[in-house]
């Protein structure tokens, strides 16, 4: 190339010696390996990710926040309340019987937890029975059937309340009671409150139905 002042300007070539192409070989590679991290961050950013709480809850959280400071060394439950109902009722512990069937709490005012299943809290459904009625009137969980979505259950584990929102209330007849689906592991934290149903037994003594309630950690 020619200047101004009539000089010619000589450009030297560039060439790539074999050190050169290894090094922007090496480059190149670096950047093909890190694309698709860069893409998927971007893609990520931004977007909500729901947790699927499994087939037994029916209306699935949009969230589920398991940073509750919980006692993970099987402190059991000591009271459970259900503002709606007015309920707040001490626990009693409940084992299964003989022939397999979960026995029912001694006292009617107070509501019991199966002390062999799931500490409320942890990952699986918790499980709470009472009774419906006695022969002087209502008992604690009278009101149970009157439960609906959204409404809040709360239980003592050590010295934290855990509360737990309801997401389906159903009535099952005894004879086809669906074992698996009440009792059956979760991947969070539930609650199954169980009580009677239905029309009376008066041969049986009984109920022909069980109601329950399913509810969620929050």
Same mark, same amino acid.
């Given at each position: 190339?020619?200047?101004?002042?009539?000089?010619?300007?000589?450009?030297?070539?560039? %060439? !790539?010696?074999?050190?050169?192409? /290894?090094?922007? +070989?090496?480059?190149?590679?670096?950047?093909?390996? &890190? @694309?698709? *991290?860069?893409?998927?961050?971007?893609?990520?950013?931004?977007?909500?990710?729901?947790?699927?709480?499994?087939?037994?809850?029916?209306?699935?959280?949009?969230?589920?926040?398991?940073?509750?400071?919980?006692?993970?060394?099987?402190?059991?439950?000591? %009271? !459970?309340?259900?503002?709606?109902? /007015?309920?707040? +009722?001490?626990?009693?512990?409940?084992?299964?019987? &003989? @022939?397999? *069937?979960l026995?029912?709490?001694?006292?009617?005012?107070?509501?019991?937890?199966?002390?062999?299943?799931?500490?409320?809290?942890?990952?699986?459904?918790?499980?709470?029975?009472?009774?419906?009625?006695?022969?002087?009137?209502?008992?604690?969980?009278?009101? !149970?059937?009157?439960?609906?979505?959204?409404?809040?259950?709360?239980?003592?584990?050590?010295?934290?309340?855990l509360?737990?929102?309801?997401?389906?209330?159903?009535?099952?007849?005894?004879?086809?009671?669906?074992?698996?689906?009440?009792?059956?592991?979760?991947?969070?934290?539930?609650?199954?409150?169980?009580?009677?149903?239905?029309?009376?037994?008066?041969?049986r003594h009984?109920?022909?139905?069980?109601?329950?309630?399913?509810?969620?950690?929050?």
């Amino acid at each position: 190339m020619r200047t101004s002042n009539g000089r010619v300007v000589r450009h030297r070539a560039f %060439r !790539l010696t074999s050190a050169r192409r /290894r090094t922007v +070989t090496l480059i190149l590679c670096v950047l093909a390996l &890190a @694309a698709p *991290v860069y893409v998927g961050a971007a893609t990520l950013v931004g977007r909500r990710v729901d947790l699927d709480a499994g087939e037994s809850t029916w209306i699935v959280p949009n969230s589920i926040d398991l940073s509750s400071e919980v006692a993970d060394d099987g402190t059991p439950p000591s %009271r !459970l309340r259900i503002p709606s109902l /007015r309920v707040d +009722t001490a626990l009693e512990s409940l084992n299964m019987d &003989a @022939a397999g *069937v979960l026995a029912s709490p001694k006292a009617y005012g107070e509501a019991g937890w199966f002390a062999q299943g799931t500490v409320p809290g942890d990952p699986g459904p918790a499980v709470f029975a009472g009774h419906v009625d006695s022969k002087t009137g209502p008992a604690v969980f009278y009101k !149970l059937h009157q439960l609906k979505a959204g409404d809040k259950v709360e239980v003592r584990r050590g010295g934290t309340w855990l509360t737990f929102s309801v997401t389906a209330s159903e009535h099952y007849a005894k004879a086809k009671f669906p074992s698996s689906r009440v009792y059956g592991p979760t991947p969070v934290p539930e609650l199954r409150l169980i009580t009677c149903g239905g029309e009376f037994d008066a041969g049986r003594h009984s109920y022909r139905d069980n109601i329950v309630v399913y509810a969620v950690l929050q």
